[in-house]
């Protein structure tokens, strides 16, 4: 897995300096990232590409001209797709993480979300592979949940996702599960994320309206996922024994109105419009757990973890772009 490269030395001695061709060897390293368009993927495809990894993305429906156009519920593609590019490390970001659009299309949902987590797995033997699940297999009435406590999905997103860990780690003994809370970074669209999605409620300023105040969420930087799962990988090249469940979260605990407050203090905008709802209003669409803080050990005793980065920073660059009024940048960032 390397190759030789052109790296230049300088070489001093007394009374002269020199310098000096040498061809050294590099790793070389291919990874494919499966959900290469979304939030997540492109994160994770980021972060490889910036650290001397040859990435390959796939995606869908919006995969062209920067990704691969792959259908993954074809299994002749899929397979194909594998044994050209032949990656050491396969990130299968691709899902249907929409709890309420699981709901409405189980089957769709399932298909991408299970089926194709296990096609995966049977066509990666030797590949490692980590799939990017959700704290979601937990049910929130007893938190924080370890690596090895029991799963109980509270709905049939939770239940996809823990369906796909089982039928990976059936598959691909020698994979990794990496489950997160609820993601944020940077985003085409603020609602393309469930916190993101808060901002248009937090600028509108004039027109009062309630956010959820009961849940307790750990909102997750996307590109701090992303470079742990980098982490993981090199781990992994050096390290064959590198498998099972593994945790990781943001450390900062809020409710979504709580999330809604700390944007607007990023930006210095008034959030005085902004109600909190402490009671669950009947019909709210899938039913979320209370609170599935995760416990990330795991990762921290083989040093694999990262220091989250501050919501109120991260979330200042993220949505810079979709600021209305430009003109509070310099009481907003200074």
Known sequence: MCEKETEF??????GHVELIKENVAIPYRRVLITGATGLLGRAVYKEFQNNAWDALGTGY????PRFLKCNLLDEEALRSLIQQFQPHVIVHCAAERRPDVVERHTEAAFNLNVHTS???????????????????????????YGENDAPNPLNLYGKSKLEGEREVLRHNPGAAILRVPI?????????????????????????SCTIDHCQQRFPTYSSDVARVCRLMAERRLQEPSLQGIFHYSGKEQMTKYEIACAIADAFNLPSSHLIPLTEQPAGAGAQRPQNAQL??????LLGLSVEPTPFKMAIRDVLWPFLQDKRCRQTAFH
Not at 9 to 14: G, V
Not at 127 to 133: A, E, H, M, R, T
Not at 191 to 204: G, H, K, M, N
Not at 295 to 300: Q, T
């Open 9 to 14: 030395k300088i070489l001093f001695t007394p």
């Open 61 to 64: 429906s919006r995969a062209r």
């Open 118 to 144: 296990a096609t995966l797995a049977k066509e990666t033997a030797g590949i490692f592979l980590i799939y990017i699940s959700t704290d979601y297999v937990f049910d929130g009435r007893n938190p924080p």
């Open 183 to 207: 993601l944020y970074g940077e985003v085409e669209r603020v609602d393309e994320s469930a916190v993101t999605v808060l901002w248009d409620r937090v600028q509108e300023g004039a027109d």
């Open 295 to 300: 416990e990330c050990s795991r990762l921290e």
